[in-house]
């Protein structure tokens, strides 16, 4: 009976291991390909990697921005300073993630003329402080906000809709290996798949606690997962490193560098939890010795 037992602790601690590093990962990627995410980025001033990932000397995003920005009237003198205002980059990283989320779901979401307006609005300071509040400044922003008013629609046309724009530089086709990362990707943030390993960790675990629960012999076991997930995670940390010298050459490499980057980062918070769990189970696991001591 002891043997049997010790058997199916070691199984439900093996199963636990492998479902929390499965949760860990797929919540970060869940975050990573998240708009908000994307746009915190970019205002970071990390390069946007779908540009990157497509070509390494193309900045269609940015030229399609400066373009519309021409049209409705914004001074050339005052252009590098809206280029590079959190207005724009909110604005990139709306239609980056745009992108990504379409390479990941296949769910179009084009730009729209509320898109427009907010990023015109978002500017008009960045153009006032450029050329000062004045009779000139007052005059410009009446008619920049009117021809917004009624071409929005057209503006945001000058954004071809994520899947246009995947299809004219055929990113889809450029690379197999792409594709493929694409769809593990977009698998792995799925929600479905996502929710199932919570559920699944939570029922390892609460199993795990039940069966050892008369001797509190589950802070022991909770001590040994959260020592190898630990370790685990830190391999993990050390082969996305590889991963990335790998993929280096690549025409996508901006992407995979997106995803280690983030990864490699978040992970150290899990790794903080991990050893937050084996404190508390270590003072659990003594507090026992101590009471059948006495």
């Known amino acids: 009976m002891k043997i049997l037992k010790l058997l199916f602790n070691t199984l439900l601690v093996i199963l636990c291991l492998c479902s929390l590093t499965f949760l860990s990962v797929t919540s970060i990627l869940k975050s990573s390909v998240s708009e908000e995410t994307i746009k915190e980025t970019i205002k970071n001033n990390d390069l946007t990697f779908i540009i990157e990932m497509l070509n390494d000397d193309d900045r269609e995003i ?54 427009i307006k907010k990023l015109i609005s978002s500017n008009l300071d960045v ?38 724009f995947v299809k004219e530089l055929n990113i889809e086709n450029s690379s197999k290996e792409l594709k493929e990362i694409v769809d593990i990707v977009g698998i792995l943030t799925d929600s479905k798949t996502i929710n199932f390993s919570i559920i699944v960790s939570i029922i390892l675990i609460v199993l795990l606690i039940i069966l050892n629960i008369k001797k509190r012999n589950w802070a022991k076991l909770l001590m040994i997962i959260s020592t190898l997930y630990t370790f685990l995670i830190l391999i993990i940390k050390l082969g996305l490193t590889g991963i990335k010298e790998m993929y280096r050459e690549e025409i996508f490499s901006g992407f995979i560098n997106y995803i280690v980057k983030i990864l490699q980062t978040n992970l150290w918070i899990y790794i903080i939890c991990a050893i937050g769990v084996f404190i508390v189970s270590l003072i659990i696991y003594l507090t026992r010795k101590k009471e059948i001591v006495e």
Do not use: R
């Not at 009237?73 to 709306?94: A, C, H, I, Q, Y």
């Not at 410009?140 to 009624?150: A, R, W």
């Open 127 to 164: 153009i006032e402080e450029k050329i000062g509040n004045n009779e000139i400044y007052d005059i410009l922003k009446g008619v920049i906000l009117e021809y917004v008013n009624q071409n929005g629609d057209n503006l945001a046309k000058k954004f071809p809709s994520p899947k246009v």
């Open 62 to 115: 940015i030229d399609m921005v400066k373009e519309v920005l021409i049209t409705v009237g914004v001074p050339e003198d005052t252009m590098d300073e809206v280029l590079n205002s959190e207005g724009t980059k909110e604005f990139v990283g709306t239609y980056t993630s745009n992108i990504i989320h379409y390479l990941l779901t296949d769910e179009d979401k084009p730009i729209t003329k509320d898109d």
